[in-house]
């Protein structure tokens, strides 16, 4: 029996009756308050219909689907990637791996998260992978398109956000004096320009113009993968202020690797090939801070303090946002106009003298 559309004239409701393991099942899904006639109801509910009646053959697994999205549409970004296919393997394969798409409902997923022992963050990171996965069966026209199930899933605490934490000027003061070179060169120039530490690690001796007295971001490395910085607008020059500059060329003189091509942290390990990596910096900067009497913080700080000692110098919003790099300062200029590079130049200076006051 294919799925149909019944109407109940006493009840005045619509049904769709369908069979499932040689049982008869049905299912309320309106009244003619919402349709007058079957042919209304049934024009309405034309993809539940097709979805009813599809080969369950048809129907690709999520391991089936995943293995051709990664082909297809997964984020060829590394860092991005990386962190896709460890959710994948680690947690939705396992459970969900030899399940038809379809039936990664709302409420299973939902009931699934629950019991997961994740933080709220990583929660929402895998709610929305099966989100493309659903999405993107859409497009493959291997189910029909209809409302992703996704959006019907809740994540307590998801939209809690822990308060961004910034340096004041003595505390930095404080950790700069336990950090050795090169990290000390590193965490200086990525509070006085607000860089991801993905961006830093990337510098090279050739983004430096000495003479003009600027810096040019054009790259991020994770795990030692070079790529695009991560938003266009991330991609810039910025001025570098004279004290800054200075501290710059020590470190330049005192490193083995000075060409032009080589990374400004280079790895000794390495033997030059490769900066210094991430676990490296932060193991670092954990030693600094516990010996500087400060909480522990992540390097992401450095980014956040420099947006707070921007506001403090009173920085105009519009000069931050752009001094900042964020991916929405196309919206930003739209309202408040585009920023003069004096001001630009200005606000860098404060910053880097407050870095190195």
Partial sequence: ???????????????????????????????????????????????????????????????QLIAQWREEKMSKRHSTCYADNSRLETHILPR????????????????????????????????????????????????????????????????????????????????????EEPVRTLALLCVSFGLRISEALALKWSDVDWLGGNLSITKGIVRQHLADVKTRESNRTMSIDGALLVVVKAWRQLTPFRDEGDWIFASPVKHGKQPISYTFVWEQFERASREAGIPHFGTHTMRHTYRSWLDACGTPLSVQQKLMRHADIRTTMNVYGDVITDEMRQALSQVARIALS
């Fill in 96 to 179: 969900w791996g030899d399940s038809l798409i379809t039936e990664l409902k709302a409420r299973p997923v939902e009931l699934w998260l629950r019991e997961l022992k994740l933080a709220p963050k990583t929660l929402v990171h895998l709610r929305a992978l099966i989100r493309q996965l659903w999405d993107y069966a859409m497009w493959l026209e291997a189910v029909p398109e209809q409302r992703n199930p996704m959006e019907l899933v809740t994540i307590k605490g998801a939209t809690a956000r822990k308060k961004p934490r910034s340096l004041s000027e003595d505390d930095f003061r404080k950790f700069l004096a336990y950090l």
């Fill in 1 to 63: 029996m294919k799925a149909h559309i019944v109407l109940s004239k006493t009840r005045g409701t619509y049904h769709l009756r369908w069979m499932e393991n040689g049982i008869v099942k049905s299912m309320q899904i309106g009244t003619t308050r919402d349709w007058r006639t079957k042919e209304e109801a049934e024009r309405a509910n034309a993809a539940r219909l097709r979805l009813y009646n599809q080969d369950r053959n048809a129907i690709p697994t999520v391991r």
